[in-house]
């Protein structure tokens, strides 16, 4: 099994276990956590990048995250925006070296991660590395990897390391059942220091969430001043809804229901993150996890480019296959989610979901409309519904299939089960 089912399946037992404790935890929301931003200027957009967990868990090698940085250059990606290479759990030695400090896992990077770091800087690409605010992972302490490597207590020592390989991206896991604020404000802000502290910029992204046994801590508070990007959820899945609840893994559809209200909270340098993408990674047929459809894969990149979501693909990349790679370059979509005016989208009041709009920097408007039904459903709405000024006439683009087309006002589509139509609309100023 690999570590992401793992870790699914260890999730889904414990929150069977403790459904009962998991409901009344105090909500202090208000204003943002931290002061300015985390670390200023390493994210003016949402951060674009690969990560390793979702389709190799722990079976990790520097074999593998070199071919996937070949495959970042090959494929297109790193020309469409994705930057960061990034080693989730398992890469570490699970004793620390002589004087505390962290080291590679031998026989896993047996030249060390500055040589992968070294990699992949030389293929015009970013390095991003993954530690714990605690004294384990998550793998760790969820047994399926020895050892207690977390940074509790070394954060300034493993900032240091971390700028001294070339890292550009902290991944930063809480992997701990009890959530008091008080302690994870402290624990996150330790390490935000010490990073800053480094000089060297890098991409703060924490997760409050894993292992916590009630309502994450991501959603509810705004992480704003502590982190460049923070998990709204606990683990996405390739799945469209577990049903499961909100302290264990989540379908796109439940993390889409979670994270669609902070958008508010989104801007450059602070990206609420709704975690990785799910398109082209391969899930169980017949089980909870089934995969993502391609109306599903649309719909997680098309509304996590909406929300202005930091887009972190996770498929194996060597063996993308043709509509994986075409998905996750389309170069209109990613346009919505690298908008400079980073205003992410809202829901159109009173169409219970289905339609929503986002503005971007130069006046125009993308309007989606996405069925959670399991069938075929007609969704309308209408040029002034999302926004758009009174004109004559509004030019309509299609970003899924390219079709253009004019409209004087009303908006509509049949749009398939959990699929999403993105429309971009501009006021029509030719005769
Ligand atoms: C947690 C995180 C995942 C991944 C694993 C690694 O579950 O939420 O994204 O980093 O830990 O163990």
Known sequence: MSGALTALVTSVLTVVLLLGVTAAAPIRTGSRLGDGVAIAGVALTPPMGWNTWNSYG???????????????????????????VIVDDCWFDPARGPGGVLRADPARFPQGMKAVADYVHARGLKFGIYGSPNDRTCAQLGGAYPGRTG????????????????????????????????????AFTRMRDALRDTGRPIVYSINANSDVLAVPPGAIYDWSGIATMWRTTNDVTPAWALGLGVATSQGIREILDTTAPLAARAGPDHWPDPDMLEIGVAGIPGSLTPGLTAAEQRTQFGMWALLAAPLIAGNALPSMDFATRALLTNPDVIAVDQDPLAAPATAVPGTAGKVWRRNLSDGSVVAALSNDDRSATRIDTSAAAVGLPAAPHYQVHDLWTGATSTTDGPLGATVAAHDTVLLRLRPDTSA
Do not use: N
Request: aromatic letters at 12%; one cysteine or more.
């Open 58 to 84: 722990c079976d990790l090698s520097d074999r593998i995250v070199r071919q996937a940085a070949d495959a970042m250059v090959s494929s297109g990606l790193r020309d469409a925006g994705y930057r960061y």
């Open 151 to 186: 940074s509790a207590g070394h954060e300034a020592a493993d900032a240091r390391t971390f700028a001294d390989w070339g890292v550009d991206y902290l991944k930063y896991d809480w992997c701990a059942p009890e959530s008091d604020l008080d302690r994870q404000l402290t």
